[in-house]
């Protein structure tokens, strides 16, 4: 991998550029057949040009980054599917997957997503969490991410592990989002309680590189999070993954409304709001990330 050839997110982001990341893969793996109840991970190696060809499909759309299909990749998740055991295996292949799809100039953000375990309910310990996600984050390194982006947090214990366990044990960036969802008195806050302010200041003093949210809102409202986030730190990079709008449920199915227009509408104001990276989540597509690439390119 030629590192010069592009430096560091963080590099870039001082450098001034807005950087443009990939969108959903969840609802990408059904389209390409994966049933309800398999194991996303699974498809790295029993259907690897399936997964290439999403990573390819959002390269190939201008993203400047690209996650890879590793998000339930730790070992609490993996052992639902009785595959606890090949944690490495999955998540070097998935990481590989997307590096071989970005090539040399684009990076490899990789995914890891929350165990759905709780600390506060004793669930698990604060070791356990520690090293999950560190074996998690060793392997995606091995794989050729660039960054690990710790993804729909909503408990500031297990996102500062995890945080901790990247920075302490890879050279790999760290970046960490978190989920929000307005309240019926207008402010966001994650399932836990949450505020964006809270999650700035516990996130720096973990080490993360790149802060920001992902799901559960459409571009206008993470517009409203991206102030906050950027009113408690003005230096740290912004990423944002946001969902194509909020979905509303059509015979049975969430559909999420925001057209690739309606997405790349709202993008001079998510960045005059702060946001540094932007991509998107559920219901978005490479169609969407093209639209968001080429106001992007606008800007300048």
């Not at 560091?8 to 950087?19: F, N, R």
């Not at 893969?25 to 040009?49: A, S, Y």
């Not at 307005?182 to 399932?191: A, D, K, L, N, Q």
């Not at 559960?216 to 730190?233: F, H, L, Q």
Request: charged share 25%.
């Amino acid at each position: 991998m030629c590192e010069s050839c592009k430096g560091t997110i963080v590099e870039q982001v001082k450098s001034g550029k807005v950087l443009v990341s990939d969108g959903a893969w969840g609802t990408f793996l059904q389209k390409k057949g994966m049933k309800p109840g398999e194991c996303p991970e699974l498809w790295c190696v029993e259907h690897r040009d399936a997964v290439l060809d999403i990573a390819k499909s959002y390269i190939e759309a201008g993203a400047d980054m690209i996650e890879s299909d590793s998000f339930g990749g730790t070992s609490f998740k993996l052992e639902h599917y009785g595959l606890s055991d090949r944690v490495v295996e999955l998540n070097e292949a998935a990481a590989s997957i997307s590096r071989e799809a970005a090539g040399d100039h684009n990076f490899v953000i990789a995914s890891i997503g929350p165990t759905g375990k709780m600390l506060l309910m004793g669930d698990v310990t604060e070791e356990e969490l520690y090293n999950c996600f560190k074996e998690q984050a060793v392997a995606l390194e091995n794989g050729g991410a660039d960054a690990a982006c710790i993804e729909t947090m909503s408990a500031i214990d297990e996102a500062v592990l995890a945080v901790k366990a990247v920075k302490e044990n890879t050279l790999l960036e760290a970046i960490c989002t978190f989920t929000f969802e307005r309240t019926v008195s207008g402010e966001y806050r994650t399932m836990m309680g949450v505020s964006p302010a809270d999650m700035v200041k516990a996130l720096l003093e973990a080490g993360a590189d790149v802060v920001g949210a992902n799901c559960g809102n459409g571009m206008e409202r993470m517009i409203e999070i991206v102030k906050e986030i950027r009113a408690a730190d003005a230096d740290i990079p912004i990423l944002v993954h946001a969902n194509a709008g909020l979905p509303k449920n059509v015979n049975g199915v969430d559909v999420f409304p925001d057209t690739p227009e309606d997405m790349a509408r709202l993008v001079p104001a998510l960045v005059k709001a702060g946001a540094n990276i932007i991509g998107g989540c559920c219901g978005t597509t490479p169609a969407h990330i093209k639209a968001i690439k080429e106001a992007v390119l606008k800007l300048k």
